[in-house]
């Protein structure tokens, strides 16, 4: 809190001074003196301070009184209260430069009565700056008092910003770093529509949590007390708010462990834990993976994008959303209302910023489970990771359902000998990659699966449409294979996704 005072005003109202006269700069006794000094030698520049009351008889300059309209400069500049002078004994008249700089500056010039000692006045001045700054203390102390009080008793935000709005008679709100209103008072009030808006910034270890806005035309000192108390009490409101929130989470956190784990939990412990934590074991419940080549920190881009998106989910799809990380991954529990069908369509669209930023990073969606069984769905999210990269990587976001099919299909290999077809069907062109390094295989598995589209295939490969082609023709002349029936593209399709994710 800056050092409180009087006006000019207030001073020239002191006994002391009753037949002290203003020279000049009449529309500046508003200035605020929160010092008393006196001048005995010409070069004080480096001596004078923002506030301060200068005493003098001007005798240090009465051979050049050039210097005084430099003094009244120097004063000007430092941002000080007032000049007040005994000109009668040294001075006789005020230089009319000095005059002309004092009005148009509005900087105060006092004529001091001649037989009024300096100590009376320095006296007089001081302790009423004292006692102001000792009232002003007190009355700090009491609103702080009050409203971290309110703070302290969890009275809630609301009631804290009701009585700053009262303390200061004049609207008031908080918002966060987004703009976003957190607080106002009175409620309902369209802040926008006030005229003179002021804010300041709310801080909590030196980091912006917020924004403090008041409407009102003038602030005198107490209100800038209040003010400081206020922003200090809301800095304390969004650092408790921050504290439940960060403890929720990581209990959260700590739950959906248990839950993905697969550690068989009671039923009736999942209900009750769940309902603490805010999670609606009445709801169904759906598992995002977001599978990343590094390990994702939480102050990396990826991670603050998936964040937003997932809260953006949340804020639109009216469903509660906890974001875990786990080393290169980024998990995502969100409710899906049992009357809410996941709209594929809509999930592909908000996770597009992922797409197009991190091309190397994928998206799996598991299906829908109950709480108790949210394993099973993280198990699809990451079973869609690995099937649908490995079918087209470039498309990034995979569904299990739609993979479901091949997932069953690898289930059952240990029960199947199909070693024998793959061998006899695709064999020979196994061979030849092996032997040359070539991409044969996965050229045929991508011309299949792309129904035979030459550009798809080569977008899918990063090679030019010629050059799949070629590679058809040389796969038709070593395997002798033949892709003119449905039946025998679909044999060799599965052969070649046997042969590929064999031990996946």
């Not at 400069?73 to 004994?89: D, G, H, T, V």
């Not at 709480?371 to 690995?386: M, P």
Request: hydrophobic content about 40%; some cysteine.
């Amino acid at each position: 809190m800056k050092h409180s005072g009087i006006s000019v005003n207030d001073l020239l109202k002191l006994p002391v001074l009753k037949e002290a006269k203003v020279i000049s700069g009449k529309e500046g006794l508003n200035r605020t003196i929160q010092f008393v000094d006196i001048m005995e030698v010409p070069d004080i520049d480096g001596w004078l301070r923002e506030g301060e009351l200068l005493l003098t008889t001007a005798y240090s300059i009465r051979h050049d009184l050039s210097l005084l309209t430099k003094l009244v400069q120097n004063l000007e500049k430092a941002n000080a209260a007032a000049l007040a002078i005994k000109p009668e004994r040294y001075l006789h008249e005020m230089p009319e430069e000095t005059i002309k700089f004092s009005n148009n500056y509005h900087f105060p010039i006092i004529q001091l009565p001649k037989d009024v000692p300096y100590i009376d006045i320095t006296n007089a001045v001081m302790e009423q700056i004292i006692n102001k700054q000792a009232t002003m203390l007190k009355r700090s102390e009491g609103i702080y008092k009050k409203l971290t009080t309110l703070v302290l008793e969890n009275s809630g935000i609301q009631t804290v910003a009701d009585n700053v709005s009262s303390m200061m008679e004049a609207p008031i709100i908080v918002l966060d770093t987004d703009g976003n209103e957190v607080v106002c008072s009175p409620r309902n009030t369209e802040i926008e529509l006030c005229t003179n808006v002021r804010s300041w910034e709310i801080t909590v270890d030196k980091e912006k949590v917020g924004k403090f806005l008041i409407a009102k035309d003038y602030l005198d000192e107490m209100d800038k007390v209040c003010i400081e108390q206020a922003r200090l009490v809301f800095a304390l409101e969004f650092m408790r708010r921050k504290t439940a929130v960060d403890t929720k989470n990581n209990l959260r956190g700590d739950f959906m462990e248990e839950l993905l784990s697969g550690i068989f939990l009671p039923q009736e412990e999942v209900v009750s834990k769940g309902k603490q934590l805010g999670l609606n074991p009445d709801d169904f419940w759906g598992i995002i993976v977001i599978e990343s080549k590094e390990i994702i920190e939480e102050d990396s881009p990826l991670f603050l994008v998936a964040n937003k998106i997932l809260e953006k989910i949340q804020s639109l799809n009216n469903s509660k959303i906890v974001l875990k990380k786990q080393g290169n991954r980024l998990i995502g529990l969100s409710s899906v209302p049992s009357q809410q069908l996941v709209v594929k369509e809509w999930i592909l669209e908000a996770f597009r910023p992922i797409k197009d930023r991190f091309p190397e990073t994928f998206i799996g969606v598991g299906g829908r489970a109950l709480l108790w069984e949210i394993h099973l769905s993280y198990l699809e999210a990451r079973n869609a990771i690995k099937i649908g990269s490995n079918l087209n990587k470039k498309l990034g976001i995979y569904f299990y359902e739609d993979v479901e099919m091949f997932k069953i299909l690898l289930d059952n290999t240990d029960s199947m000998s199909i070693d024998a077809i793959i061998d006899r069907k695709i064999g020979k062109l196994i061979q030849y990659d092996k032997e040359n390094g070539s991409d044969l295989v996965k050229t045929l598995f991508y011309y299949l699966s792309s129904n035979g589209s030459l550009k798809e295939t080569a977008s899918l490969l990063y090679i030019h449409r010629n050059s799949v082609n070629y590679r058809m023709e040389r796969i038709r002349e070593i395997a002798d294979i033949s892709l003119e029936d449905f039946q025998d593209k679909l044999l060799y399709y599965l052969c070649i996704f046997f042969h590929r994710f064999k031990g996946i």
